[in-house]
């Protein structure tokens, strides 16, 4: 017989008159259930068989069955049933009619009732199977929904592709995370898929299905573009290919894939190999900083002890200009706050400084930092701050209006007479070699009988712009 | 240990952007008997140098300056047949293929490794001469 979708009677055959005692006339157009009424599990197994049928489009088989019908006369008949239920669908897929072939199994029950009975013992057992078989299968079907939903919502991915073309038939939430949510279920994966083209999968895949060899691989990267007109997505999985094999023969029928995005991961890896380059990089060239600031030091050095006091003092200047620089993330660094750290250790009322506000280059800000602690190690050893009365002052400007390179003037007053020292020391090279060639500038410096002055020109690429 | 000889009065062509690295090496070039052509502690400005046309018979040359890999100039000075010592923080490891035969100063380097790097730099340079 046959159904439509609200399990109304559309076509009957003459052996299903005979099994329900039921005429053509009695059932076509009339509800099933209206006619053969079950409110027990009888019913309500037939019911989720039938919907069972509709909603998957796939065969569902009751293999043994209770389904009482009403007797013509009045009153209930037990009777026991075995029923195939087959989805037929119309020319655009969809399921709009279901065919039940059912046998009447009534009498193989009874049989089984005269089990006592040793020459019917094996028609007795053909039954009892059946019934197993059923109970089994209702478990499964059970088992197989909670396991559909395990790997539906599961964090990896998976997709099964069936034939040597690799047709779709599941994909969980994953998969479709990772494809872009694509509709590719029904498609052969180089249709639904062909950003792949030229990346080697379709080939593993071929492999797979050819050999039954399993292959796969760990943060492989792939390269997807959703749409041809979306921009191109880099994507790092760890996945693997294997084979799915016919149950009965062995014959490999298609291919299971699952695997995890791993692209985050490797994102993060990348990120902290290229942080840890680049810190590696910064100490490495900061210990050759230190060398050379040791090195100069101790070479010009009048005594060991004058030597460790400026060795000191200029490791700790470089220290300062690293603190300013990570007060800002090593983005940069104020001029005003250079200065100010070079003369911490100086009476207020003996400095005039004043400019606007610059911001300093991380490389720049260190440079001129250092620049600055010689100037005021010079100037209190030989200059304005090695006396009770002397003052410093320093201005500071951008020429062009704003737009052009820093200058910086320095000018000592109420020291001790200066004159040009006969022997460059290690701080009138640092700050030459740092002005003129680190920083591309010009350093002019005065020695008068007022006090040392000098003036320091910054280009403006130095200059971070706010 | 082998010491290679170093020539008295060797010319360094040296490209660094920290001045006082750069400083450090001049001292350490000057104890060993050698002639500094340079320092060229800015990109343009080692440019400018080998534009104008240097004579050096040796390069020591850090391999990022400014911020700027310095890959580029080292083709125009092994276009003058100037064999090159990179020197970087980065190690080896920071040295593309091409130029994996050169010798590396890792830094901090000390006057010895200055004298191996160029030493091996000039064997290096002899060899592909004759």
């Given amino acids: ?466 | 240990m082998t010491q290679n000889p170093i020539p008295q009065g060797l010319s360094v062509f040296v490209i660094e952007d920290e001045a006082l690295v750069a400083l450090n090496l001049e001292s350490m070039l000057d104890d060993l008997g050698c002639k500094v052509v340079g320092p060229a502690m800015r990109f343009e400005r080692a440019e400018q140098m080998l534009e104008e046309g240097i004579s050096a018979d040796v390069a020591i040359v850090d391999v990022n300056i400014g911020g700027r890999k310095i890959f580029e100039l080292a083709d125009k000075i092994a276009a003058r047949d100037i064999p090159i010592v990179f020197a970087t923080g980065y190690g080896r490891s920071g040295i593309p293929a091409e130029w994996q035969a050169s010798p590396v100063l890792q830094k901090p380097y000390t006057d010895q490794d200055v004298r191996n790097a160029l030493g091996a730099a000039l064997a290096q340079a002899g060899q592909a001469g004759a």
């Fill in chain 1, 1 to 466: 017989m046959v159904l439509d979708p609200d399990f109304n009677f559309v076509a009957v055959n003459p052996a299903y008159e005979t099994a329900t005692q039921r005429s053509r006339g009695e059932l076509l157009g009339r509800n099933l259930f209206d006619v053969f009424p079950n409110d027990g599990e009888g019913g309500q197994l037939l019911r989720a068989s039938f919907r069972r049928v509709f909603d998957t489009g796939k065969p569902d088989t009751l293999a043994y069955i209770r389904y009482d019908l009403a007797r013509p006369g009045g009153g209930l008949e037990e009777r026991f049933w075995t029923a195939v239920h087959m989805p037929l669908a119309d020319e655009h897929g969809t399921v709009g009619h279901l065919l039940q072939n059912t046998v009447d199994v009534t009498d193989l029950v009874r049989l089984r009732e005269a089990a006592s009975l040793p020459f019917r013992l094996a028609e007795t057992r053909l039954l009892e199977r059946a019934r197993e078989a059923e109970e089994q299968r209702r478990a499964l079907l059970d088992e197989s929904a909670d396991f559909r939903r395990l790997f539906q919502q599961a964090p990896g991915f998976f997709a099964v592709l069936c034939g040597p073309d690799h047709v779709f038939t599941f994909t969980n939430d994953a998969y479709m995370r990772l494809i872009g949510r694509r509709q590719v279920i029904g498609k052969p994966i180089r249709e639904a898929l062909p950003d792949l083209a030229g990346q080697g999968f379709y080939e593993l895949l071929d492999g797979v299905y050819q050999t039954g060899q399993s292959t796969g691989g760990e943060a492989v990267r792939l390269v997807m573009r959703n749409a041809p007109d979306e921009p191109p997505r880099e994507i790092f999985v760890d996945f693997s290919y294997d084979a799915i094999r016919d149950r009965d023969d062995g014959r490999i029928t298609g291919v299971f894939v699952q695997g995890m995005d791993r692209t985050e991961a490797v994102r993060t890896q990348r990120r902290q190999r290229l942080l840890l380059d680049e810190l590696n990089h910064r100490v490495k060239n900061t210990l050759a900083t230190v060398q050379s600031i040791a090195s100069q030091t101790l070479r010009s050095a009048r005594d060991l002890a004058s030597g460790r006091a400026d060795f000191e003092a200029r490791i700790l200047a470089l220290s300062n200009a690293h603190n300013l620089l990570s007060a800002q993330e090593w983005a940069s660094a104020e001029l005003a706050e250079v200065i100010a750290g070079t003369f911490s250790a100086f009476d207020p009322a003996r400095l005039d400084i004043d400019g606007p506000r610059v911001t300093l280059a991380p490389k720049a800000s260190i440079s001129l930092a250092l620049v600055m602690h010689e100037l005021c190690t010079n100037a209190s050893k030989y200059g304005a701050l090695s006396c009770e009365r002397g003052t410093v002052r320093i201005r500071w400007w951008i020429e062009d209006g704003g737009s052009g390179p820093l200058m910086i003037e320095w000018t000592e007053r109420g020291g001790p007479p200066t004159r040009q020292p006969e022997r460059r020391g290690f701080g009138s090279r640092m700050i030459g070699g740092v002005v003129t060639g680190e920083l591309g500038g010009a350093f002019d410096a005065a020695y008068d009988r007022e006090g040392f002055s000098c003036r320091i020109k910054v280009p403006e690429d130095a200059l971070v712009q706010d």
